[in-house]
């Protein structure tokens, strides 16, 4: 097979330089997809930078993409999939489908979850390579071009939408983001009374537009006491420390507090108060297969699409300073000119 055309970094912290590499011979049951489009995640950021202390170099970036299908392995070929077909593959590359997490539904907690940029090149490339599971069909009604950041901000965020939310809950996001944003919209839809909480004043009227019933600031200590037992679920996506004593205060007996933002410092919380209400406190990743189906379904039936800016992917580096800069709004897709 002719070698792919990528970027990729040398080192942690290092500029993405023109690269190419041999992909192998295609397994038989894989799938390769030209890249179309990319998001680009907080994550793409963290393992350029070596955050978690699991990148190895050269290092492609990419967990995002969108693209058609241009090679099957005799086995995926039997799977519904076609040659041309427009699929997107997110944070989950490969899964064994046999593990006890898999064969629970939930292959995203597979024993052997292969991400697809950990120990393996992204989409920062000309064409990316997949298990057919993780090679996601893009449903008419959801636009290919935005679709990227769904198949992983989205879907981290609709999953515990899913396990844990009733139409009729009163729901607070924290931080407004390449997460908050999208969560926000999917629990308006939801049939949610939502809060976003937010420490920029600048997002307020903006979360309105997205379907917020109310604001609230996220770091005004008295602000959150007035809205003490108020919330059934507290869903954080910002990676920041928070007063997280005032934030369990605020939710009512049986609430939840879940975390899906990559919050590096411990969380020191108090049991007592959790023990007293029946309360619980819990974190997720993405999401399974299923479930990033169900979400895009979704998407094509109440016309959610995420906030975005595009670049080209040849200044993909243009594109991870305005990521780190916190000046995004709200998710990136580079659009593929390689």
């Known amino acids: 097979m002719a070698e792919v055309k990528a970027l990729a970094a040398s080192a942690a912290h290092g500029q ?11 397994g038989a049951e894989e799938v390769d997809i030209a890249v179309e489009y990319c998001g680009v995640c907080h994550s793409d950021l963290s393992m350029l ?4 202390g699991i990148s190895a170099y050269p290092f492609v970036p990419g967990h995002e993409a969108i693209g058609r299908i241009v090679g099957l392995g005799d086995v995926a070929a039997q799977k519904g999939l076609e040659i041309g077909q427009r699929v997107g593959v997110g944070w989950s590359a490969s899964s064994c489908l046999h593990c006890e997490p898999c064969l629970h539904g939930d292959q995203q907690m597979c024993t052997t979850l292969q991400p697809t940029i950990v120990g393996r090149h992204g989409a920062f490339a000309e064409q990316v390579r997949s298990h057919w599971v993780w090679a996601v069909p893009i449903p008419e009604g959801v636009d290919p071009a935005e679709a990227g950041p769904l198949l992983c901000g989205g879907v981290t965020v609709f999953s515990p939408i899913l396990d844990h939310v009733q139409p009729t809950d009163r729901v607070g996001v924290f931080g407004i983001g390449g997460l908050g944003h999208l969560a926000v919209m999917f629990l308006n839809k ?3 009374d939502v809060t976003a909480f937010t420490s920029s004043p600048r997002k307020i009227e903006e979360a309105h537009k997205l379907g917020a ?3 609230a600031s996220s770091t005004d200590t008295a602000e959150l006491k007035k809205l003490t037992r108020t919330f059934d679920l507290l869903l954080i996506t910002a990676n920041v420390s928070l007063d997280w004593n005032d934030i369990i205060a605020m939710l009512k007996p049986n609430g939840r507090l879940h975390i899906v933002g990559a919050v590096l410092e411990p969380i020191p919380v108090s049991v007592f ?7 619980s406190l819990g974190a997720s990743p993405t999401g399974s297969r299923a479930q990033i ?7 094509a039936q109440h016309d959610i699409k995420p906030l975005t800016e595009h670049f080209p992917m040849s200044q993909a580096n243009a594109a991870m300073d305005h990521l780190r800069s916190g000046k995004a709004h709200y998710r ?3 659009d593929n000119d390689l």
């Open 16 to 26: 993405l330089k023109p690269f190419s590499y041999d992909p192998g011979p295609l």
């Open 49 to 52: 930078d070596n955050e978690w």
């Open 190 to 192: 939801w049939g949610c």
């Open 213 to 215: 019933t109310r604001t």
């Open 273 to 279: 108060p959790l023990l007293l209400n029946n309360q």
């Open 293 to 299: 189906d169900k979400m895009l379904r979704f998407c």
């Open 332 to 334: 990136i897709v580079l």
